[in-house]
């Protein structure tokens, strides 16, 4: 059986993974993940919702980010000293920017799947909220993240595994909480993009899987560097 076994494409019993979950604690968070989920609950209160978890994602591409663009940087000085093919290191940072643009994308459908339910459902934002705060949280953890990856790539891809590991964990508490989302069939333009769910708890789960995916590639491309 593989270590890490990755779900995405895969026909799962969404409910059992998320029993799977729910009985495994989450990777512990560093302190500054730690002040961040803190920050989040004192701006957005302790309560999970769709409107909250929007700004989750909201910043959940910016280590992503930070790895393609590290990738093609990297890239870049190779090929700038480098007078005989390199293939290996070719291949490892074109892997690394691969990753970096698949796992963006996915957040981003995580995000516009999020809004276009929380707009169909009228549930108002508050500029304050959901343009204000995320500005300024987006800005700090834009230039965090690519300072993290400058200064230690195996700090960066530890931490986005615990990043990832709480958003599983939020995700299917958020299932949890609301089992009336089981009977609540969901509708979007964006399923053109993504998997389509026969209801709004099944979304939900399905969201939270691509997270523990997501903490997977991360603590893959950690053990990449030990
Ligand atoms: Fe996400
Ligand atoms: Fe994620």
């Excluded at 990297?74 to 290191?89: G, M, Q």
């Excluded at 931490?159 to 709480?166: G, P, Q, T, Y």
């Excluded at 969901?186 to 399923?191: A, G, I, T």
């Excluded at 993009?193 to 939900?204: N, W």
């Amino acid at each position: 059986m593989a270590k890490y076994e990755f779900t995405i494409g895969k026909e799962l019993d969404l409910k059992k993974e998320q029993a799977a979950t729910l009985s495994q604690p989450s990777l512990p968070a560093n302190f500054i993940l730690r002040a961040m989920f803190a920050t989040f609950d004192i701006v957005y209160g302790a309560k999970r919702t769709l409107p909250k978890f929007m700004v989750l994602e909201m910043l959940a591409r910016y280590p992503y980010w930070a790895w393609e663009d590290g990738g093609y940087k990297a890239l870049s000085r190779l090929y700038a000293v480098c007078t005989r093919p390199c293939p290996n290191r070719t291949r490892e940072l074109l892997h690394l920017i691969d990753l970096g643009r698949a796992s963006q994308d996915n957040e981003q459908w995580h995000l516009l799947l999020l809004a276009d339910i929380v707009h169909q459902n009228n549930i108002k934002l508050h500029w304050f909220h959901h343009v204000l705060i995320p500005t300024v949280l987006v800005f700090i953890y834009n230039i965090l993240s690519r300072l993290i990856f400058w200064i230690n790539p195996a700090w960066s891809f530890s931490m986005n595994a615990a990043f990832e590991s709480h958003a599983e964990h939020q995700y299917m508490l958020m299932a949890q909480e609301n089992p009336m989302w089981d009977s609540e069939s969901v509708e979007s333009d964006y399923f053109a993009y993504y998997p389509r769910q026969k209801s709004l708890g099944d979304l939900i789960r399905r969201i939270s899987l691509d997270e523990r995916d997501h903490m997977y590639h991360s603590l893959v491309e950690l053990e990449k560097l030990r």
